[in-house]
């Protein structure tokens, strides 16, 4: 298994709080992204980083703030959490082209109540 | 826009019922087609990537190819082990580089 953890891995909470989310890895991987994944959706890429400090958004950004200030940690920040914010959240990594494919965590599930 | 649309939603077969799944992709430019397998509750394992229309690969009771427009996921002799859901992404060249666009996937239950 790829070395991708995530924390928490389940997480109540109530609209209007901010809420974290941490993705660690142990691989060394210059890539790392956040996906919801939410019933008839499929995954839909929230943010990614390809470097310390260097982040870009996804398709489904809004509402949602990252930080990657080590090559090992990218955090997901909820900064006013609300009901369309519950899924299931999962982190993944990558090396980079030619090595283009994504490896998955384990996944965080969020409910805003 | 790059799309990828998955068939069937949901099949059902019995162990040793070989079959396949497909997926239907539209991009710009295919950097590379990965098929991904996801038990309930778990993240999304990855499988094979598929980077020119004419590739196969083989794992166990999985082969997978690619045309230009689909790609199939070919399951012989299922096992009620190879139940799971089964996702297909595709990384095209214009856009987000490191973006892969997933399809809403197949769900394989496979019976004794």
């Known amino acids: 298994d790829a070395g991708i953890t995530q924390s928490p891995r389940h997480k109540v909470t109530e609209t209007g709080t901010p809420v974290t989310l941490r993705c660690h890895q142990t691989?060394?991987?210059?890539?790392m992204y956040w996906y919801r994944q939410d019933p008839g959706h499929g995954l839909r890429l929230i943010h990614y980083?390809?470097?310390?400090?260097?982040?870009d958004k996804g398709e489904v950004s809004d509402g949602y703030s990252v930080s990657r200030s080590k090559t090992e940690d990218f955090l997901l920040t909820l900064e006013s959490a609300t009901s369309s914010q519950t899924s299931v959240y999962f982190c993944?990594?990558?090396?980079?082209?030619?090595?283009?494919?994504?490896?998955f965590g384990p996944g965080t599930r969020l409910t805003v109540l | 826009e790059d799309q990828v649309t998955q068939s069937p939603e949901a099949l059902r077969l019995q162990e040793g019922e070989s079959s396949s799944l497909n997926c239907s992709y539209t991009?710009?430019?295919?950097?590379?087609l990965f098929w991904y397998r996801q038990d309930p509750g778990k993240g999304p394992e990855f499988l094979f990537t598929?980077?020119?229309a004419g590739e196969e690969k083989e794992k166990e009771r999985l082969k997978a190819t690619l045309t230009k427009k689909e790609s199939f996921l070919h399951i012989t002799a299922p096992k009620p082990e190879d139940s799971a859901t089964y996702l297909c992404?595709?990384?095209?060249?214009?856009?987000?580089?490191?973006?892969?666009?997933f399809g809403t996937g197949t769900r394989l239950q496979v019976t004794l």
């Open positions: 691989e060394n991987h210059r890539y």
């Open positions: 993944a990594i990558s090396e980079g082209h030619p090595y283009n494919e994504q490896f």
């Open positions: 992404a595709v990384q095209g060249n214009t856009g987000t580089a490191s973006k892969l666009t």
């Open positions: 991009v710009s430019g295919l950097r590379g």
């Open positions: 598929l980077y020119s």
């Open positions: 980083s390809y470097g310390v400090k260097d982040t």
